[in-house]
């Protein structure tokens, strides 16, 4: 793809994407997660000298990745109603809505010491099954669905 075609969740900046292949479920929550994180402070504090080093380019390339991360999640089962475009952003679907707050409210509600010890055991390759949540993300979305 040439850099004119910068479609939305498919265009991306990262140096390497092939590395997500090597990442699991959780991984990618956790960039999703900061990426948002960042693109939401770096909005934010935009206007403020502190932020001099953010720039609108770093901004809007961060959203390309982003959004990248987030179609990216149909490794995982997500579906999406569109396909990427270059004039609208990755629509959030229910599914994706789903798995993002399966993975956030798991992670939301764990003890900050527990968490703690999940991300030293998951870091140094030690089984972390006791810090995964019961069931999955999809038994929330067939949950909402019926409502």
Not at 30 to 50: A, S
Not at 113 to 129: A, N, T
């Amino acid at each position: 793809m040439s850099a004119e075609e910068r479609k939305w969740g498919v265009y991306n900046t990262f140096d390497n994407p092939s590395f997500l292949d090597e990442l699991d479920e959780i991984d990618i929550w956790k960039k999703i997660d900061n990426l948002g994180g960042y693109i939401f402070w770096g909005l934010h504090d935009l206007g403020k000298p502190w932020a001099k080093d953010i720039s609108t380019t770093d901004l809007i390339q961060a959203q390309y990745n982003l959004e990248y991360l987030v179609y990216y999640t149909r490794k995982f089962g997500v579906e999406f109603s569109k396909e990427p475009s270059e004039t609208e952003h990755v629509e959030r679907s229910a599914s994706y809505n789903a798995w993002f707050k399966f993975w956030h409210d798991h992670f939301e509600a764990m003890a900050p010491e527990v968490y703690e010890q999940f991300v030293e055991d998951k870091f140094s390759g030690k089984d972390i099954s006791k810090y995964m949540p019961t069931g999955s993300w999809k038994d929330t979305l067939v949950k909402t669905k019926s409502l």
